[in-house]
């Protein structure tokens, strides 16, 4: 691949943490400051049920969901929102705990193909150009798995020639890219978690770190580091909330041959050293950093990231990556003045159970709640650039998706006070030169 091509791809966003499974964009020349009235809309469609990120790649983006009784791949230009294909097929999942019941894992681009895995656990195989299926499996049939608490949520990873999946029983299933074959199965103690495995190079070596665990009685859960060539796992650590009803559903953070999960419902985050040699040791512990299914941000020696599993008492949290030191904690908060038939109305808004982007040496945080802030995140504090309210819709937990300057939101629940459905919106970021 010649440099030119390397730097296109590296724009791309083709599964849910971006290029780079960090969460951390190298786009720059982004608005400083929002217009009046917010980023420009460049366009918008309608969606349906689920909360997957759509994925980007060339002139190729990927939005999985659930309109109707069908879960859906819809290829749109990612320019104009203009369709170009469609894939779908039917569905009859629904949520145990009331919530929406499409997709939760974001469609992964790799090469000339796309992998797709449903709330049902039907797994695809997907040609990016024309949309048609090259091999599908039924992972929750084949198996013999129940139902997880939210159905399958796990985004897979491609290393290679191959399709990593937190299945749950075995933990973690590699298949072949090109067949859907299985090339090798890894651990039997975890079932499937919310985290989606990633990728890193540890003392000069590829590894892949499974966060797995999700409802099991009594709850259990951990990491897997293992080799994607052959699924030999390197080592295992136990990590996991002693309620049933919990999950591990925040992606690992990898850096300096260190791995840091977290949970949010009791035994909160660990950092592990890796061995050379295998093996790894605990560097601290800090039950008081506990993400939930927002993936912590490493930057210049500290983790930033969202405490807690609870709207109200979620908060913003800095910690010391060498020692685990908590150097503060936020919850941003404000008011919103709403047009309601009984005249207006004042709400106490905040960020929450947003997500966060570092990116052009700030950090993007889309809130909980449909806004869309500028922060300055240092560990020093919390310092707010500038915010917008881009719609007024709860469970905005879908991380966005930056691309070329394009900003790609889910809106995931109707709007009620802008009778808005939910939608896939893009908003243009760049500078005006």
């Not at 949309?131 to 039924?138: E, F, I, L, N, S």
């Not at 159970?353 to 709640?369: I, K, N, Q, Y």
């Amino acid at each position: 691949m010649n440099v030119l091509l390397l730097v296109l791809a590296a724009l791309d966003w083709p599964s849910l943490l971006g290029p780079t499974y960090n969460m951390v964009s190298t786009e720059t020349n982004l608005l400083q400051k929002f217009p009046p009235g917010g980023p420009p809309i460049v366009w918008q469609v309608n969606k349906g049920d689920g909360y997957a990120s759509p994925s980007i790649a060339g002139d190729r983006l990927l939005l999985f969901h659930r309109p109707g009784n069908e879960e859906v791949v819809d290829c749109l230009n990612p320019r104009d929102g203009k369709p170009i294909w469609r894939f779908a097929y039917p569905t009859t999942y629904r949520d145990r705990f009331g919530y929406n019941h499409g997709p939760r894992a974001s469609p992964v681009i790799a090469g000339d193909s796309v992998f797709t895995f449903g709330a049902e656990g039907k797994l695809h195989c997907l040609d990016l150009a024309t949309g048609k299926a090259r091999w599908k499996r039924d992972i929750m049939s084949e198996f013999k798995l129940k139902q997880n608490f939210f159905g399958v949520g796990s985004t897979p990873l491609v290393e290679g020639d191959k399709l990593i999946v937190n299945v749950g029983s075995p933990t973690v299933v590699a298949f072949d890219t090109r067949t859907g074959k299985e090339r090798w199965r890894a651990g039997n103690e975890w079932g499937p978690s919310y985290a989606s495995p990633v990728p890193a190079m540890i003392h000069g070596q590829r590894r892949v770190f499974v966060f797995a665990g999700g409802e099991s009685d009594p709850p259990n859960g951990g990491l897997l580091c293992l080799d994607p060539a052959d699924g030999k796992i390197a080592f295992t650590f136990p990590w996991r909330g002693r309620r049933f009803e919990s999950v591990n559903a925040s992606s690992p953070v990898v850096f300096n041959n260190r791995v840091f999960i977290s949970e949010c419902y009791g035994s909160g985050g660990a950092l592990l050293e890796a061995q050379a040699n295998g093996g790894c040791s605990l560097v601290w512990t800090n039950k008081k950093f506990g993400t939930h299914f927002t993936t912590s941000i490493y930057k210049d020696g500290y983790l930033y990231g969202i405490d807690g599993y609870v709207m109200q008492a979620a908060r913003l949290v800095c910690v010391e990556a060498a020692t685990g030191k908590e150097m503060w904690g936020a919850q941003p908060v404000w008011e919103e003045t709403v047009t309601t038939k009984e005249g207006p109305r004042k709400l106490v808004r905040g960020t929450f159970r947003g997500s966060l982007l570092s990116v052009d040496g700030r950090f993007l945080c889309l809130g909980e709640l449909g806004h869309l802030l500028w922060l300055d995140l240092t560990p020093q504090g919390c310092r707010q650039l500038d915010r917008v309210w881009l719609f007024a819709a709860q469970e905005t937990w879908t991380p966005p998706v930056l691309c070329r300057g394009l900003l790609y939101v889910c809106q995931n629940a109707r709007d009620p006070f802008h009778d808005t459905p939910p939608r896939l919106l893009c908003y243009d970021l760049r500078a005006k030169n």
